[in-house]
C-alpha cells in the first residue's frame, strides 16, 4: 500500500543531507490512536498530551458515572481517534513553527524507497548544476494557438472546459 511521506528541511540549512533531514509518513499512525496521550509526549507536543489527557481523564470520569457511560466512551474514542488521524498534522505544524520547511512529498511503498527517492534527486541536482538547462518554453502548437491540445480531464491546460 502506498503511502505518503513529508521530508522537511532543519532551518537554515542551505543542504540536505541525511541526518538532518526529517520524514514524516502522512496518514493515520496506530501508536497515537492505542495510547493517544503517550505518543503526543513522544514526539515533544507537551500541550496536546496534556489536552489529550485531561480530555481522556473526563471521559473515564465520565465512564464511572451511572448513565454518562456512552459520553465518557465517546470522548476518550474521540481523542483516540483525532490522535490517529491528525497526529502526524501536528507534528508537521510544530516542526514548521519552529522554522523547518516542507521540501517535498514523496509516494512510495515503504520509508526506505521514498528515501532512495528522494536523496537521488537531491544528488542528481547536485551534481548536475554546471549542465544546461533544457530549453522549455511554452511554445505554441500548430496553428499559433496555446491551450488547445487534449487533456485528460474537464478543464484544458488554458483553464477553459
Do not use: C
Not at 15 to 32: N, S, V
Not at 58 to 79: E, F, I, S
Amino acid at each position: 500500500m502506498t503511502s505518503s511521506y513529508i521530508f522537511l528541511t532543519p532551518p537554515g540549512s542551505a543542504d540536505t543531507r541525511l541526518d538532518e533531514t526529517r520524514t514524516i509518513r502522512d496518514g493515520f499512525t496506530w501508536l497515537g490512536f492505542l495510547f493517544p496521550w503517550a505518543w503526543l509526549l513522544v514526539h515533544r507536543l507537551w500541550l496536546y498530551a496534556i489536552a489529550a489527557f485531561l480530555l481522556q481523564a473526563v471521559g473515564g470520569g465520565l465512564m464511572d458515572q451511572p448513565g454518562l457511560w456512552p459520553a465518557g466512551m465517546a470522548m476518550t474514542l474521540g481523542v483516540n481517534l483525532l490522535v490517529g488521524l491528525e497526529g502526524q498534522n501536528l507534528r508537521l505544524r510544530n516542526l514548521a513553527a519552529k522554522g523547518w520547511t516542507e521540501d517535498q512529498l514523496v509516494a512510495a511503498d515503504t520509508l526506505g524507497i521514498a528515501e532512495d527517492v528522494y536523496f537521488a534527486g537531491k544528488a542528481g541536482i547536485a551534481e548536475n548544476v554546471d549542465a544546461a538547462a533544457p530549453d522549455w518554453q511554452n511554445k505554441a502548437g500548430p496553428g499559433g494557438r496555446h491551450g488547445h491540445a487534449t487533456s485528460l480531464g474537464l478543464f484544458g491546460f488554458d483553464g477553459g472546459r
